[in-house]
């Protein structure tokens, strides 16, 4: 084999390393959340950092937004929206036996996907802790585990249960309890 075709070979080589890592990754997005992720930022500078039980602060005005993250590589699974997470926290005293079974130090994880027409809930009213679709108006109190409380949902906000490992880090602890999606045509 001549310099030329090793050289030509070496390099088709590297491109396919690339491309091969390159595709991994973008699989790794696209995942669902898997149990032992780590729970990572949605915005904001920082997105690789996990984030931590401490974090996530009682009363907060507004959810956090994360996305699920693989503890090896650190890529976040933000390659589809249904992956992406609000995370509110509670006193225990405020949740039932059943919620506070799925959270993590009170801390609880909901999607951000209306179960009616799979638009983003974003409002939310931290006294009451219900969060609200700006789309058709289903309302979710969070506090009880993503109840539907109003609107055209017919179903729960879906939530996914969390724990804290040993260094604080908030992490998948088993797989939603519904399906994440809308139901609407």
């Avoid at 040993?166 to 088993?174: K, P, Q, V, Y």
Wanted: with cysteine; net charge negative; hydrophobic share 45%.
């Amino acid at each position: 084999m001549g310099r030329r075709a090793m050289l030509i070979g070496a390099a088709g080589a590297a491109v396919g390393l690339t491309v091969g890592r390159a595709f991994a990754a973008d699989e790794a997005t696209m995942m669902a959340p898997q149990v032992g992720d780590l729970l990572v930022r949605a915005s904001g500078k920082d997105k690789t950092t996990p984030i931590l039980a401490s974090d996530v602060e009682v009363g907060a005005q507004y959810p956090l937004q994360a996305w699920p993250a693989d503890p090896a590589t650190g890529i976040a699974r933000d390659g589809t929206f249904i992956n992406i997470l609000m995370l509110t926290a509670f006193p225990a005293d405020q949740l039932s036996e059943a919620v506070r079974a799925t959270s993590a130090e009170g801390v609880l994880a909901n999607t951000m996907i209306c179960p009616h027409a799979a638009c983003e809930v974003t409002d939310y009213n931290a006294e009451t802790a219900v969060a609200e679709c700006p789309c058709h108006f289903s309302q979710f109190n969070l506090r009880d585990g993503g109840a539907r409380v109003d609107g055209p949902a017919t179903r729960k906000l879906p939530s996914i249960g969390l724990a804290v490992d040993a260094e604080g880090r908030l992490t998948i602890a088993s797989g939603y309890d519904s399906r994440v999606g809308g139901d609407a045509e």
